[in-house]
């Protein structure tokens, strides 16, 4: 199973892709922080960070996407620009019919160090090595991207997937039979109005 976690956010967005392995390892398959500037508009910011995101899932072929929960905090210009990204990121799996996980920082912190109140330094020491790698990822937003991946293999991973690499588009999803398999009833009744519009 090929797991893609995000880290959502407007100016920075992690990005990281792992492959599962047996006895619950993980392998790292890429790793990347989408940046937009903060002079440019909204609009702008997301297109960019639609395009970067549809370009990753082009490459990669996640199997399922694990982004973080937002919460609200005093920062309402902090949690808009997060929430917009978060939103986005989940609109866009969900088109391709790609199951979408989320986690609460809290749940990512205990899965990955064992400790629900971990700081930013653990997290990116558990991450190097659980995924054996030979320097910590850089920033701290690829580590945490890697973080919610890890998490989702370790806590919220079906073992009904398909092949890492396969296509991943929704009407081949639905066409395979696979219709209940991480697709929401919104997204079915979504799918199904496509089929009658193409028939």
Avoid: Y
Avoid at 11 to 39: E, F, K, Q, S, W
Avoid at 107 to 112: I, L, Q, R, T
Avoid at 127 to 139: C, M, Q
Avoid at 171 to 177: C, I, T, V
Wanted: glycine share 8%.
């Amino acid at each position: 199973m090929r797991i893609l976690g995000v880290d959502p956010g407007l100016t920075r967005c992690g990005l990281g892709v792992i492959d599962a392995g047996n006895a619950r390892t993980a392998r790292l398959v890429a790793v990347d922080v989408v940046r937009t500037p903060a002079d440019a508009s909204v609009d702008v910011r997301l297109g960019a960070l639609a395009e970067a995101f549809d370009s990753f899932l082009d490459t990669h072929r996640p199997d399922v996407v694990s982004i973080e929960r937002v919460f609200a905090r005093n920062d309402v210009s902090t949690i808009m620009g997060t929430a917009q990204a978060s939103g986005l990121t989940m609109g866009l799996a969900a088109r391709r019919g790609l199951p979408v996980a989320m986690h609460t920082p809290s749940e990512v912190k205990a899965a990955v160090t064992g400790n629900g109140r971990a700081d930013k330094k653990q997290m990116t020491h558990m991450v190097t090595r659980i995924l054996k790698l030979d320097a910590p990822p850089r920033p701290a937003d690829a580590a945490d991207a890697l973080a919610l991946a890890i998490c989702h293999l370790w806590r919220g991973a079906s073992a009904a997937t398909s092949t890492p690499g396969a296509t991943k588009d929704l009407l081949a999803r639905q066409a395979q039979g696979r219709q209940g398999s991480g697709l929401t009833r919104a997204q079915e009744q979504w799918a199904r109005a496509i089929r009658r519009s193409r028939e």
